[in-house]
Each structure stands twice: as C-alpha cells, then as structure tokens.
C-alpha cells in the first residue's frame, strides 16, 4: 500500500493557495533581516567566519524543518483534547516573551535611574 498525498492545487484552487501562501509573506519579511544583516554582524563584532555563521543558520533551519511538523501534530492534538484550555499558551506569551525582549534592548551597564522599563 502506498501513501500519495493529492497534489495543494487538487484540493485546493489556484487562488485559495494563492492566499495560504500569502500568508507567510510577513514572515519572509521579518526573516530576511536576520539572514541579510545578522551574519555580517557577527563577523565584525565577534570576528566569526562567514562559513560558520552560514552552517549555523542553515542548521537552525534544517533542526526548525524536522520540528514544524511534529510540533504542529503535537499542538493540534493538544487543542482538539483539551478545547478549553487551547488558548492558555497564547495568553501566556506576553508574560514569557517580556524578559527575552527586555535582555534584547537592555544595555550592559546602565545605572538605576534609567528611564527605559527595560532597565
């Protein structure tokens, strides 16, 4: 027994995949820093090969491409067991996410008196 998947434009028209594919534009947009601008970074700032910085993008993706799909599994089955409570993870981002922002802009250094909430 084999298992094919239907071709996206069997199940799907031309313009619905059109649209689910749009919807991953902003994300190109706010990646595109990162691999544009972030590797000359580090090879300024902290004299790193431009090959190492490159095999190490390049495994953040190939380890973020096994990953997708089994965390989608994973929170897919979480939701449809647990309906109630599938927006919890949401909502509790913000709290998360505040001390990895704050350690992103804060400065090394800085006195007390600082006006930034990120002090």
Same mark, same amino acid.
């Given at each position: 027994?084999?298992?094919?998947?239907?071709?996206?434009?069997?199940?799907?028209?031309?313009?619905?995949? *059109?649209?689910?594919?749009? =919807? &991953?534009?902003? @994300?190109?947009?706010?990646? +595109?820093?990162?691999? #544009?601008?972030?590797?000359? $970074?580090?090879?300024?700032?902290?004299?790193?090969?431009?090959?190492?910085?490159?095999?190490? *993008?390049?495994?953040?993706? =190939? &380890?973020?491409? @096994?990953?997708?799909?089994? +965390?989608?599994?994973? #929170?897919?089955?979480?939701? $449809?067991?647990?309906?109630?409570?599938?927006?919890?993870?949401?909502?509790?981002?913000?709290?998360?996410?505040?001390?990895?922002?704050?350690?992103?802009?804060?400065?090394?250094?800085?006195?007390?008196?600082?006006?930034?909430?990120?002090?």
């Amino acid at each position: 027994m084999s298992l094919q998947a239907a071709p996206a434009s069997a199940s799907m028209g031309a313009m619905a995949c *059109l649209r689910y594919g749009l =919807l &991953g534009l902003p @994300l190109a947009f706010v990646a +595109l820093p990162l691999y #544009v601008v972030l590797p000359h $970074h580090y090879a300024l700032t902290y004299q790193l090969p431009l090959a190492w910085i490159g095999s190490l *993008l390049l495994a953040a993706r =190939l &380890g973020d491409a @096994l990953i997708d799909p089994w +965390l989608g599994r994973w #929170v897919t089955a979480c939701t $449809h067991a647990h309906p109630a409570v599938s927006w919890a993870p949401g909502g509790s981002q913000p709290c998360c996410c505040w001390p990895a922002w704050c350690s992103c802009f804060s400065r090394p250094g800085r006195t007390r008196n600082c006006q930034s909430p990120c002090c």
